[in-house]
């Protein structure tokens, strides 16, 4: 059972607000992602993370940022939320082989 | 660049019949292969995985194989059950950042 954790779970706010998507997970893990998924099902990686300040964009340009201050904590921000970006985001973290996922953020820009 | 292709994208079968769900991976480096099963407004959830040194592995109703040469995997569902339906995600995986297929919406009719 993995533990990690995404705060909200759902979050419906107006175009031009800065917003936090918060992950967690207390397993250790030094390696941590960040994906957009879409309607489709596909999952498409915007950041990832090897350790504390170590992070890095992924395969599908983001306008968002992240950081890694803790082993524990990989926060995503938007700093100007538009339309565009609503999407569900899923936060990772793997160590070794296995990766585990969080319960996802359901993000509406209205 | 690394690839994996799944089919099909949309698999619909009578409950108690089997399912199955094939990938293909272009990196021969690949050696680790979990799947992946996300229910509706959740996370996905690694549901079993298979090593490169293993052609087989069974858990349950649900098994994998893996033909190495042809650089093919598959996930086997047998006698399906209503709480089978999800979509579900292969993946492939060496030592650097795991590339998911675009994943399989299973339908089980009743």
């Known amino acids: 059972e993995a533990d990690i954790y995404q705060t909200p779970r759902y979050l419906v706010i107006g175009t031009g607000k800065k917003i936090t998507l918060e992950c967690s997970q207390t397993m250790g893990h030094d390696k941590m992602y960040w994906y957009q998924q879409d309607p489709g099902m596909e999952l498409h990686l915007i950041h990832y993370s090897y350790g504390v300040n170590s992070t890095e964009k992924g395969d599908l340009s983001s306008e968002s940022t992240v950081s890694r201050i803790r082993t524990e904590h990989f926060p995503l921000t938007l700093e100007s939320a538009r339309p565009s970006h609503t999407s569900q985001y899923l936060c990772a973290s793997k160590q070794g082989s296995e990766q585990y996922f969080g319960p996802g953020t359901r993000l509406t820009v209205t | 660049g690394e690839n994996v292709e799944q089919h099909p994208s949309t698999l619909s079968v009578q409950e108690g019949d089997s399912a199955v769900i094939k990938c293909t991976y272009s990196?021969?480096?690949?050696?680790?292969f979990p799947w992946y099963k996300q229910e509706l407004g959740k996370g996905p959830q690694l549901i079993i995985d298979i090593r490169s040194n293993v052609g087989e592995k069974k858990d349950q109703r649900i098994a994998v194989t893996l033909n190495k040469t042809a650089k093919h995997f598959s996930l086997h569902i047998t006698e399906t059950q209503p709480e089978d339906s999800a979509v579900y995600f292969c993946a492939a995986t060496g030592d650097d950042k795991i590339i998911f297929g675009k994943g399989t919406r299973l339908h089980i009719l009743p």
């Open positions: 990196d021969s480096a690949s050696n680790y």
